[in-house]
């Protein structure tokens, strides 16, 4: 395709669409709630940033005449994306009071008549074949001429009415703007500090690029409790709901939210009775934490003496701090997706040595576990894309699909590269290496013939290495590995259980999916089963095994995860004082009964209730 900057291109403006059907507009002055999953506890009030995007950049280009046979095709995959967000937006709605559904389907509903058999829609694709232009401008230009078309009819009757349709223009055009540009969801350099970022979803590379110290919250139409968005909110502290239907239609750029991240309540435009309660909340609560910092120097140990292991997940390196407050005794679980996403070129040995050494050498000694790229899933990385390495597309179903130990087996340059890298970095305190969605032995022997080798070839290159090898270890994050834990346990070195994915795979339900949140549920007794199962396993063989899932993050399973055998944690840094706190008030026998008795129970719901209380 060739591509130009263009003038602006003469068409005429086609006639505005028919308004849809909605009840009368009613101003949005009172306080109105809403609810969702919460994710990352913490009371947030600020300005609601984010409701309206604000224009895509687009440079405006010329095709070729070869070129719009293809350029149609990219338009028409943008519509289908964007009607199946819009059906799920409104398959969502259900949950909401009728009022609140009566004020949003239509809206909704005028989404989707654009982008039906609409003259917008016909008028991009004449625009594309007639002027040979690409999909984003044609998108632009008819947005922008219709939207005017609107503004221009005569009468000075329904001004506003006009101005909001013309508004609804220019937002499906800039959501097909998302669509064809793949662009992640938004830019947050314009976020204004303390602001409420409100979005219709937030893709975990996004919300590694989010900035703690200047947002105050996050709420989103999508997520589930444990996606990787919700990880990562809940790495960088900030407070945080997902999956709160009708949300973004909702919220207005600029009106005062309160965002209560345990809870799951979202306050919009607040009366001032419930701000003054809010911003006692937020006062308790950095008492609260203040309170539970004080725990940070005395030991995880429980009431009857036996030492437990409490290490913290790392996401991005910006968690160091949070991680050295929290007296966590190392890292569990470091992930090392964020190295890969959000650049163009995948980072090379040196570079990724750099970043590993600066924080082996920042926990001072304490161990560091270091997991290899864990690519797939919902784990989006662009720099593998535009290397060929994996497929633009996602695949038919990618949590099933070529994702961690898999991709790394297939892109050995890739695994020799960071395994190179890790290594380099071990020279500087203890490590671990930890292999993601391992799911049979033939893949552990592979991977550590290949890892023997890097050693082998990093000690004729004369780089300084430990002198004992960092072991070389498992998530057990799949039923098939945890079934098959006392064959892997002969071939792994430790197991790390991953009870987000187990949950997943286990019980088929997405994890990232708000549609299907009631359903993941790791105290289900199947998920339960199968982590027991791979304890006993590592146990029996003396193997190290610890509990790196978000699982491991709440005070109140920890009972049942010590009565199970497990002594050995590590979750995200701000859950560190609550879980040690939980720790340092139980008896290793107590947990053990407790275990047996929530071991013989069928129903998630009661197991819960024997957890939590009712
Ligand atoms: C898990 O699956 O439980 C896990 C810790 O890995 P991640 O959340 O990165 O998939
Ligand atoms: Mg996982």
Excluded at 199 to 227: H, I, N, Y
Excluded at 265 to 279: E, G, H, K, V, Y
Excluded at 319 to 325: D, N, T, W, Y
Excluded at 574 to 586: G, M
Aim: net charge neutral; aromatic share 4%; charged share 25%.
């Amino acid at each position: 395709m060739s591509r130009t900057d263009d003038t602006p291109l003469p068409i005429e403006p086609d006639p505005p669409p028919a308004e849809p059907k909605r009840p009368r507009e009613k101003p949005a002055t009172r306080e109105r709630r809403l609810i969702g999953i919460p994710v990352s506890p913490g009371v947030a009030i600020g300005p609601v940033f984010g409701a309206a995007e604000p224009p895509a950049l687009i440079t405006k280009t010329k095709i070729q005449a070869t070129d719009i046979p293809a350029e149609v095709a990219r338009f028409d995959a943008a519509i289908a994306q964007s009607r199946k967000q819009l059906l799920k937006l409104r398959a969502r709605l259900g949950i909401l009071p009728e009022d609140s559904q009566a004020e949003i389907a239509p809206m909704l509903d005028a989404y989707l008549q654009m982008i039906g058999a609409s003259r917008l829609v016909r008028g991009v694709r004449k625009r594309i074949a007639d002027l040979m232009v690409s999909a984003e401008t044609a998108v632009v230009d008819e947005t922008e001429s219709l939207a005017e078309a609107i503004l221009a009819l005569p009468g000075e009757d329904d001004r506003a009415g006009r101005k909001r349709r013309a508004e609804e223009v220019r937002e499906i055009g800039r959501r097909l703007i998302r669509n064809l540009t793949r662009a992640p969801f938004r830019s947050f350099t314009a976020l204004p500090q303390g602001a409420v970022l409100v979005c219709e979803s937030l893709r975990p590379a996004d919300a590694a690029l989010l900035d703690p110290s200047r947002l105050a919250g996050v709420a989103t139409d999508e997520g589930g409790a444990d996606g990787h968005t919700a990880i990562m909110l809940r790495a960088l502290g900030v407070p945080a709901i997902l999956g709160v239907a009708g949300l973004t239609q909702a919220a207005k750029p600029g009106e005062t939210v309160i965002i209560d991240g345990a809870a799951g309540t979202i306050t919009l435009n607040p009366d001032p009775a419930t701000l003054t309660a809010a911003r006692r909340a937020v006062t308790a609560y950095a008492r609260e934490l203040q309170k539970l910092a004080s725990l940070r120097r005395l030991p995880a140990i429980t009431a009857d003496g036996e030492t437990v292991e409490l290490q913290a997940n790392l996401e991005i390196p910006a968690e160091l701090p949070l991680i050295a407050q929290s007296g966590a005794s190392g890292i569990g679980l470091l992930r090392t997706e964020f190295l890969f996403m959000n650049r163009e070129s995948l980072p090379d040995e040196d570079a990724q040595a750099e970043t590993y050494r600066s924080i082996v050498e920042a926990m001072s000694g304490d161990p560091v576990t270091i997991r290899v790229l864990d690519w797939g899933g919902e784990k989006e990385i662009e720099a593998l894309q535009s290397e060929g390495i994996v497929p633009e597309a996602a695949d038919l179903n990618p949590a099933l699909g070529i994702r961690g130990i898999r991709l790394l087996l297939r892109e050995i340059d890739l695994f020799e590269t960071q395994l190179a890298a890790i290594l380099r970095a071990a020279a500087s305190g203890p490590v671990r290496i930890l292999l993601p969605m391992v799911t049979t032995v033939t893949e552990v022997r592979t991977a550590r013939d290949i890892y023997e080798r890097v050693i082998r070839r990093l000690r004729r290159r004369g780089e300084r290495l430990p002198d004992k090898a960092p072991p070389l270890g498992i998530m057990i994050e799949t039923p098939g590995a945890a079934l098959s834990a006392d064959a892997l346990a002969l071939e792994a070195d430790f197991f790390a259980i991953g009870t987000n994915d187990l949950t997943m795979y286990t019980l088929a339900v997405d994890r990232g999916d708000s549609d299907v949140s009631s359903l993941y549920d790791p105290l289900h007794p199947a998920v339960l089963r199968l982590v027991q199962f791979a304890t006993e396993a590592a146990l029996r063989m003396r193997m190290p095994v610890s509990v790196c899932g978000e699982m491991a993050s709440n005070p109140s399973f920890v009972k049942l995860l010590l009565g199970m055998g497990l002594r050995s944690f590590s979750m995200n840094a701000s859950a560190v004082p609550r879980v040690k706190q939980a720790v340092r008030a139980l008896a290793i026998d107590d947990c053990a009964r407790f275990a047996r008795r929530v071991m013989e129970q069928a129903d998630p719901v009661a197991i819960r209730e024997m957890l939590t209380g009712p």
